[in-house]
């Protein structure tokens, strides 16, 4: 679990423009703002500040002056589950939504300007999983990672790994590097010879209410503790804290039920 970013000075000076294919961003789609603002500021420390209107109201999270991710206004007729959304940058977002339907994907919303910040586009990979994809301008996405309250890792849940993390390869130019293993489908995705991301096919374990989807894992100074204040915030712990090969993790939600994980990446020596 290792992201591939660009990086923040200590005094908010100009990072570097995240490498095409990278996670560059994550945001969340949400019904109440302001509950939603609460939950997540007391939980990770976030502060928040106006965004791009185009998609409706939007605001930043700043973690120490750095932005972090997005939390935007959901329709109130919409009820489809809610999930955090990692975007992957793109040179031209144009030319990945073309390739994202020659490659069996679809493009929801589209491509499209956010005022003076960048071009976005929404689509989904051929089994149906989110995503999103970030030209950079203005706002060149998340610009600060390594410590507690930032994205640390994006982790694709599935039916199964093969052909997804061909979509995957084909329209960002990620590297692939399978787990050899005879009980785990899982593929690493690089770009530059540094993981970004994971695929993990998990068959019939998959949520049947959720379909394939994306699970942000947001880095943690204790797990254990993260989780027991996520409970007393109104959310909810489906995967207790454990240890893993990466770090203490667990799985949760957010009071409107949005699914993340938590990490703390273990004590270096």
Not at 74 to 92: G, M, V
Not at 109 to 128: F, K, N, Q, W, Y
Not at 228 to 252: Q, W
């Amino acid at each position: 679990m290792t992201e591939a970013r660009g990086s923040a000075g200590p005094n908010g000076e100009t990072h570097a423009r995240h490498v095409p294919g990278t996670p560059c961003w994550v945001s969340l789609m949400v019904h109440s703002m302001a509950a939603t603002q609460e939950f997540y500021g007391s939980l990770f420390g976030w502060e928040f500040r106006p965004g791009p209107q185009q998609l409706g109201p939007y605001v930043r999270a700043l973690l120490a002056g750095h932005e972090v991710a997005g939390i935007g206004q959901l329709p109130p007729d919409r009820h489809l589950p809610l999930a955090w959304t990692p975007y992957l940058a793109s040179d031209d977002v144009d030319l990945t939504a073309e390739t994202v339907r020659l490659c069996g994907g679809t493009v929801g919303v589209g491509p499209l300007d956010a005022g003076d910040a960048g071009r976005l586009m929404i689509g989904s990979d051929p089994s149906g999983a989110v995503f999103g994809v970030w030209q950079a301008a203005a706002h060149l996405g998340t610009s600060i990672g390594g410590v507690s309250g930032t994205p640390a890792w994006h982790e694709l849940l599935t039916f199964e790994s093969v052909s997804v993390a061909k979509f995957y390869e084909t329209v960002f130019g990620h590297e692939e590097e399978p787990v050899v293993s005879t009980d785990l489908d899982y593929v690493t995705l690089h770009v530059g010879g540094r993981p970004v991301a994971g695929i993990h096919g998990v068959g019939g374990a998959l949520p049947r209410d959720r379909g394939p989807h994306w699970v942000t894992y947001f880095e943690v100074a204790d797990t254990d503790e993260a989780t027991a204040h996520v409970a007393d915030l109104g959310g909810h712990v489906l995967k207790p804290p454990r240890d893993s090969a990466h770090g203490r993790v667990a799985m949760v939600a957010d009071p409107e039920g949005a699914r993340f994980s938590l990490l703390q990446r273990p004590r270096r020596p």
